[in-house]
C-alpha cells in the first residue's frame, strides 16, 4: 500500500475488480503490499538462490511473532503449518486418547473440526458426541448449560469448538467453554479461522488449550498458511506423530558445523515440533505484512466497523424478506452476518448474480453469508442492497 491501512479505504486493493466485496469468510483478496512482499520474496529467491533464506526466515517470524500478538500468546507457543486442518490434525493425532474416552464436539461445525477428532477417537477405540448448536442461538446461557451437563454426564478428554460459526457468523463464548471444560478435566481446542482478525480474542486470558487458524480469510493473508497456538501445559500433555526434519531441538546445526548429523537429537518441547520441514516462505512473508496491517488497525477498532456495517445492512434485508441469523446477543457477533432467504429465493442463484453486478458473497448451506473488512466503507451498503433487491426482482 502507497498509505497506510485505514478502517473503510480499500485504496490498497487495486487489483480488486468485485465494486464490493463481502466474501472474506470465504477467501480474503490480497492487498498490495502484501503481494509486493510475496513478489518481493519470489524476486529475491530468483537472485540470490541460497541467500534469500535469510530474508525469507526474518518474514516467517515477523508473521508468527505477529500472529501471537494478535491473540496474546507468546511466539514459542506458536507454530506454522499449512492449514487450520493440519493444525487440527497435529493435536488429534498427538492426543494420547484411551479406549472409552469422549471428544466434544459441536454440529453445524466446519467438517476441519470434526473429522480429525473422528478418525483419532476411532483409532483409540474412543468417542465424537456432537452437542447442538442451536442452543447457543438462542443464547449463550442455555447452550453453556447444555454443554455443562454433557460434561457431567461423563468424562470428555477434549471439547473442540470454532470461535465463530462458519454458516451463520454465532460467535461462541470461549471463556466460558475453556473454564467449563476445565472444571470437568478437560482440554478446549479452538478453531478460530472465522475469528481472529475480525473479532477480538486473547488465548491466554480466555484458557485456550490450542487454537489453529488458517491465513486467507480474516487474518487478510494468502493461502496455504497458517498457524497453531499450544499452551505449555496442553503441549506437555501430546506425543506427536507426524514430524520431520525440523522438529528437533536444534535441527540444522549439521548445516553449519562439521559432525552434527544426528539422529537422536530430542523433539523441541515447544510448538515448533509440528514445523516438519521448510516453510512455505512466500506465503508467511505476505502473512507477516497482512498481519502488521490488522496490529495497526487494531481488531477492537475493525470489530466495532463490522457491526457498523451489519447494523446498517440488517434491517434493510430483513424489509426485502430476508431472515437474519446474527445473534441477538452482542458477545456472539462477528464478521459475519447472515441470512436466509425470502421463501422461493435460491441462495446460490442470488451469489451468482451477485456476482455479475460486482457483488462478492457466499452462501454455505444455504444461506446468504455477508462478510466485510476494514477495507469496506459503509457506504457500500445501499448499494449492496440495490443489488440484492435488484437480483431478487429478477
Given at each position: ?6 478502517i ?63 491473540v ?34 459441536f ?34 446461557a442455555e ?66 488449550d ?12 494468502p ?21 520431520g526434519?525440523?522438529s ?8 553449519f ?49 463490522l ?31 447472515s441470512?436466509?432467504?425470502?421463501d ?17 458473497l ?33
Amino acid at each position: 500500500m502507497s498509505s497506510r491501512p485505514a478502517i473503510g479505504d480499500r485504496s490498497g486493493f487495486s487489483r480488486l475488480t468485485a465494486t464490493s466485496y463481502l466474501a472474506h469468510a470465504a477467501v480474503a483478496p490480497l492487498a498490495d503490499d502484501v503481494l509486493a512482499r510475496m513478489q518481493e520474496g519470489l524476486a529475491e529467491q530468483a537472485r540470490a538462490g541460497v541467500a534469500s533464506i535469510g530474508p525469507f526466515v526474518e518474514w516467517a517470524n515477523a508473521a508468527r511473532d505477529g500472529f501471537a500478538r494478535l491473540v496474546g500468546a507468546a511466539p514459542d507457543q506458536v507454530a506454522r503449518v499449512p492449514s487450520t486442518s493440519a493444525g487440527v490434525a497435529a493435536i488429534a493425532t498427538g492426543l494420547r486418547l484411551a479406549v472409552g474416552e469422549r471428544i466434544l464436539c459441536f454440529d453445524g461445525e466446519f467438517p476441519t473440526n470434526v473429522s480429525p477428532w473422528q478418525a483419532a477417537a476411532a483409532r483409540a477405540g474412543a468417542h465424537v458426541d456432537l452437542c447442538p448448536l442451536a442452543p447457543f442461538e438462542r443464547s449463550h446461557a442455555e447452550g453453556l448449560e447444555l454443554v455443562a451437563r454433557r460434561l457431567a454426564e461423563r468424562p470428555v478428554r477434549l471439547v473442540a469448538v470454532s470461535a465463530v460459526q462458519f454458516q451463520t457468523g454465532l460467535a461462541l463464548p470461549v471463556a466460558d467453554l475453556a473454564r467449563l471444560a476445565h472444571e470437568h478435566g478437560a482440554r478446549l481446542f479452538v478453531d478460530g479461522i472465522q475469528a481472529v482478525g475480525a473479532v477480538p480474542l486473547d488465548v491466554v486470558r480466555a484458557g485456550v488449550d490450542y487454537l489453529a487458524c488458517g491465513a486467507h480469510k480474516w487474518l487478510m493473508g494468502p493461502l496455504g498458511a497458517a498457524y497453531l497456538y499450544l499452551s505449555p501445559a496442553a503441549r506437555a500433555e501430546l506425543e506427536p506423530q507426524i514430524v520431520g526434519w525440523m522438529s528437533h531441538s536444534e535441527p540444522d546445526a549439521f548445516l553449519f558445523a562439521p559432525n552434527e548429523l544426528r539422529y537422536d537429537r530430542a523433539l523441541d518441547p515447544g510448538a515448533r515440533v509440528f514445523e516438519q520441514g521448510v516453510l512455505p516462505f512466500v506465503q508467511y512473508a505476505g502473512s507477516a505484512v497482512a498481519i502488521a496491517n490488522l496490529l495497526e488497525l487494531g481488531v477492537p477498532r475493525i470489530h466495532a466497523h463490522l457491526q457498523a456495517f451489519h447494523d446498517a445492512l440488517e434491517p434493510q434485508l430483513a424489509r426485502l424478506g430476508w431472515r437474519s441469523r446474527r445473534s441477538a446477543e452482542a458477545a456472539g457477533r462477528s464478521g459475519i452476518c447472515s441470512f436466509a432467504p425470502p421463501d422461493g429465493i435460491d441462495v446460490g442463484t442470488v451469489v451468482a448474480a451477485a456476482a455479475e453486478r460486482g457483488v462478492a458473497l457466499t452462501g454455505p448451506d444455504g444461506l446468504l453469508r455477508v462478510a466485510p473488512h476494514w477495507p469496506n466503507g459503509l457506504g457500500e451498503v445501499d448499494a449492496v442492497v440495490d443489488v440484492l433487491a435488484g437480483v431478487v426482482r429478477g
